[in-house]
């Protein structure tokens, strides 16, 4: 009868690019009874008959890819370079430097419950720390990219992974093999080899006869005790896993949330701040109109009535008290002084067809816009003189920097309406919102 010789308990291992006396292939010997160290530099085929293997531990770039029922765990190096799927379409998996995202996210639901507490408590921080970071991207044969199909254990927020595996085609198995991808300096390498193991084993366990558990993990030789604090552990893992869970949901409409208010406040308040013409007007006009003034659009009167263009926006209280108010944006301006002969002329114009002066003149100028608001200098820096001028005319220069703090406060009930109302109404010169010492003159001064 016929014996086999130098048979060993599964799996065998092949770990491609270790040197024998390294210190993971010496670790994974003391487990496994068949470890062979090759070199990544050659065909592993002219180094070992890789068909009496089961796994490939992978260490960076390899001369060719394992054979393809070998269940693989790389670290590092360019991914798997050729694999045919069933289609026979030719893709490949390639590691490439161009991950930059703050934010990441993992794993996926798919991937096994080994890997869970080791992306989220070791690798996750790790790759935080990376700038840029390793992606997994897959090309197919005629070059093109596609999103990557492999099931992460951390990717970039709605991006490619940084770490995962994908399945491998292999014909003549009934199970699809599986390539696990983590970066050259991943941390706990054997607990992700030890990871990996306890997957491929609930899914092939006839190739996998040789991992067992140490008798002190048994639970026939485990005392009431420690059964009772095993299953503690385990409710406890389950319910922060559904508790961190149900916080990424929550954290993730916080998110959403917080980009619909952004996309609001760039269609509402913000273009105060950035804005000019007609947008700019509108904004102005909306503004004035929430903390209750009456607003009327110039413009579209004397358009209707085929008049001449003047003030952009007449603003009342009601009958007895209104103000004419030209809008102004400049990109890289704190204001213009000419400007005021253009108000000038308005309330000219106000006092023929009214019969009286309006109560106030206002200037409003979302100036300087090309810089962010708190590197703006001050409105119509360097023309007090003129200034002082305009103020003779019951004249107000409204920053729209003030005017988006006054609404503000008025939207958060910082200061209600009418208290913000007798702040423009009873200013002259340089309105402030909060007011500064000299920045704001009163009517009575």
Same mark, same amino acid.
């Given at each position: 009868?016929?014996?086999?010789?130098?048979?060993?308990?599964?799996?065998?291992?092949?770990?491609?690019?270790?040197?024998? /006396?390294?210190?993971?292939?010496?670790?994974?010997?003391?487990?496994?009874?068949?470890?062979?160290?090759?070199?990544?530099?050659?065909?592993?085929?002219?180094?070992?008959?890789?068909?009496?293997?089961?796994?490939?531990?992978?260490?960076?770039?390899?001369?060719?890819?394992?054979?393809?029922?070998?269940?693989?765990?790389?670290?590092?190096?360019?991914?798997?370079?050729?694999?045919?799927?069933?289609?026979?379409?030719?893709?490949?998996?390639?590691?490439?430097?161009?991950?930059?995202?703050?934010?990441?996210?993992?794993?996926?639901?798919?991937?096994?419950?080994?890997?869970?507490?080791?992306?989220?408590?070791?690798?996750?921080?790790?790759?935080?720390?990376?700038?840029?970071?390793?992606?997994?991207?897959?090309?197919?044969?005629?070059?093109?990219?596609?999103?990557?199909?492999?099931?992460?254990?951390?990717?970039?927020?709605?991006?490619?992974?940084?770490?995962?595996?994908?399945?491998?085609?292999?014909?003549?198995?009934?199970? @699809?093999?599986?390539?696990?991808?983590?970066?050259?300096?991943?941390?706990?390498?054997?607990?992700?080899?030890?990871?990996?193991?306890?997957?491929?084993?609930?899914?092939?366990?006839?190739?996998?006869?040789?991992?067992?558990?140490?008798?002190?993990?048994?639970?026939?030789?485990?005392?009431?005790?420690?059964?009772?604090?095993?299953?503690?552990?385990?409710?406890?893992?389950?319910?922060?896993?559904?508790?961190?869970?149900?916080?990424?949901?929550?954290?993730?409409?916080?998110?959403?949330?917080?980009?619909?208010?952004?996309?609001?406040?760039?269609?509402?308040?913000?273009?105060?701040?950035?804005?000019?013409?007609?947008?700019?007007? /509108?904004?102005?006009?909306?503004?004035?109109?929430?903390?209750?003034?009456?607003?009327? /659009?110039?413009?579209?009167?004397?358009?209707?009535?085929?008049?001449?263009?003047?003030?952009?926006?007449?603003?009342?209280?009601?009958?007895?008290?209104?103000?004419?108010?030209?809008?102004?944006?400049?990109?890289?301006?704190?204001?213009?002084?000419?400007?005021?002969?253009?108000?000038?002329?308005?309330?000219?114009?106000?006092?023929?067809?009214?019969?009286?002066?309006?109560?106030?003149?206002?200037?409003?100028?979302?100036?300087?816009? @090309?810089?962010?608001?708190?590197?703006?200098?001050?409105?119509?820096?360097?023309?007090?003189?003129?200034?002082?001028?305009?103020?003779?005319?019951?004249?107000?220069?409204? /920053?729209?920097?003030?005017?988006?703090?006054?609404?503000?406060?008025?939207?958060?009930?910082?200061?209600?309406?009418?208290?913000?109302?007798?702040?423009?109404?009873?200013?002259?010169?340089?309105?402030?919102?909060?007011?500064?010492?000299?920045?704001?003159?009163?009517?009575?001064?």
């Amino acid at each position: 009868m016929a014996q086999d010789f130098g048979d060993a308990p599964r799996p065998w291992i092949l770990a491609i690019g270790f040197a024998s /006396d390294d210190e993971l292939v010496t670790a994974l010997t003391k487990k496994h009874q068949k470890v062979t160290a090759i070199s990544a530099d050659s065909d592993p085929s002219v180094q070992v008959r890789e068909s009496d293997y089961d796994i490939a531990i992978v260490n960076g770039h390899t001369y060719r890819d394992p054979a393809p029922h070998l269940h693989v765990i790389q670290f590092g190096g360019g991914g798997e370079k050729r694999h045919s799927g069933p289609e026979n379409g030719q893709r490949r998996y390639v590691a490439d430097g161009n991950g930059w995202a703050g934010r990441l996210t993992g794993p996926d639901s798919e991937a096994p419950p080994e890997v869970d507490s080791l992306a989220r408590d070791s690798l996750a921080s790790h790759l935080l720390s990376e700038s840029p970071r390793t992606l997994i991207r897959k090309h197919l044969s005629q070059g093109t990219a596609q999103v990557c199909d492999a099931i992460a254990f951390v990717r970039e927020s709605a991006g490619e992974p940084c770490a995962g595996f994908w399945l491998r085609h292999c014909p003549a198995s009934d199970t @699809s093999p599986e390539w696990w991808w983590l970066p050259e300096d991943a941390p706990q390498k054997e607990e992700w080899i030890r990871a990996a193991f306890s997957s491929w084993s609930r899914k092939r366990p006839a190739l996998f006869d040789g991992i067992t558990l140490s008798w002190l993990e048994d639970a026939e030789w485990m005392t009431t005790d420690e059964l009772s604090a095993r299953r503690a552990i385990n409710e406890a893992e389950r319910e922060l896993a559904e508790l961190i869970a149900q916080k990424q949901k929550d954290l993730e409409q916080l998110r959403l949330d917080r980009e619909a208010a952004e996309e609001r406040a760039s269609q509402g308040d913000r273009r105060l701040l950035t804005a000019q013409s007609n947008e700019l007007k /509108d904004a102005v006009a909306d503004a004035l109109a929430s903390i209750g003034l009456r607003v009327k /659009d110039s413009d579209v009167l004397r358009e209707a009535e085929d008049l001449p263009l003047l003030e952009d926006l007449q603003v009342s209280t009601g009958p007895d008290w209104t103000a004419i108010v030209e809008v102004k944006g400049y990109s890289k301006s704190s204001g213009k002084t000419a400007d005021f002969q253009k108000i000038a002329r308005a309330a000219t114009q106000f006092e023929r067809s009214a019969g009286r002066a309006p109560d106030a003149r206002w200037y409003v100028i979302n100036q300087s816009f @090309s810089k962010a608001p708190p590197d703006r200098p001050q409105v119509l820096a360097g023309a007090q003189m003129d200034l002082d001028e305009f103020v003779k005319d019951c004249g107000l220069v409204l /920053d729209t920097r003030d005017l988006f703090r006054l609404l503000q406060a008025v939207k958060s009930e910082a200061i209600n309406i009418e208290e913000a109302q007798r702040m423009l109404i009873g200013s002259v010169g340089r309105f402030s919102y909060p007011h500064g010492t000299d920045e704001r003159q009163k009517r009575d001064a």
